[in-house]
Each structure stands twice: as structure tokens, then as C-alpha cells.
């Protein structure tokens, strides 16, 4: 079946960098729209970025704009989301998403998720 995989996740400081990885197994991943998600604790999942199969269009939640970049490799069915000047707001359980859907509003799979910690 269709397997997402994140990692890179883990607990960093305020102001500082992380990059996550999501793998796709056994999806026709350049046919996909892709994306990332975040849930808080006692939060709603919200959309964090997205990317079209061509990677010519992304999105990004206002909340994240100049500070998250999301990108992917066709070739590696991999999609990517670099995070710079984290803050603590952004302490969330990270999801890869994959979606035939532009706006993502229904989502076809879902990663397990990787926590991504930030700390004052």
C-alpha cells in the first residue's frame, strides 16, 4: 500500500533551522499534489505549504511565509519543507499529505507525522 514517510524531525531553539523529508512508496507520486500539515496540542490540523506535481506552484499558510520553503523531487518521490527562524507557535506534529486535489481540501494519504519541538 501507499506508505508516506517523514523524518527530520526533532527539538530546536528558537530562531533555528530544521528540514523534513517525506518519502513516498508505491504511489505515482508525480501525480500528486503534496503537502505538509501541522496539529498543535489542543489544536485543529492546519495546512502548512503545498506543491503542485510540477513543483511550478507552492502555497503557504500566512503563518509561515518568508520562513518556510516547501519543494520536491520528482525523481526521488520525495517532498521536502525547510524551516528557518522557527518559534515556539511552530511546535507541532509535522504531516506529509498527498492529494489529487490542487487545494489539498481532501486528502488521499497521510503520513504518521514527526514532532518538531521549539524551545525558548
Known amino acids: 500500500q501507499v506508505q508516506l514517510v517523514e523524518s527530520g524531525g526533532g527539538s530546536v531553539q528558537v530562531g533555528g533551522s530544521l528540514s523534513l523529508s517525506c518519502a513516498a512508496t508505491?504511489?505515482?507520486?508525480?501525480?500528486?499534489?503534496m503537502g505538509w500539515f501541522r496539529q498543535a496540542p489542543g489544536k485543529i490540523r492546519e495546512r502548512v505549504a503545498t506543491?503542485?506535481?510540477?513543483?511550478?506552484?507552492?502555497t503557504y499558510a500566512d503563518s509561515v511565509k518568508g520562513r518556510f520553503t516547501i519543494s520536491r523531487d520528482n525523481a526521488k518521490n520525495t517532498v521536502y519543507l525547510l524551516m528557518n527562524s522557527l518559534k515556539p507557535e511552530d511546535t507541532a506534529v509535522y504531516y506529509c499529505?498527498?492529494?489529487?486535489?490542487?487545494?489539498?481540501?481532501?486528502?488521499?494519504?497521510w503520513g504518521k507525522g514527526t514532532l518538531v519541538a521549539v524551545s525558548s
Open positions: 499529505a498527498a492529494s489529487t486535489m490542487s487545494t489539498m481540501n481532501v486528502v488521499n494519504f
Open positions: 506543491i503542485r506535481p510540477s513543483a511550478s506552484i507552492t
Open positions: 508505491r504511489l505515482t507520486f508525480g501525480n500528486y499534489h
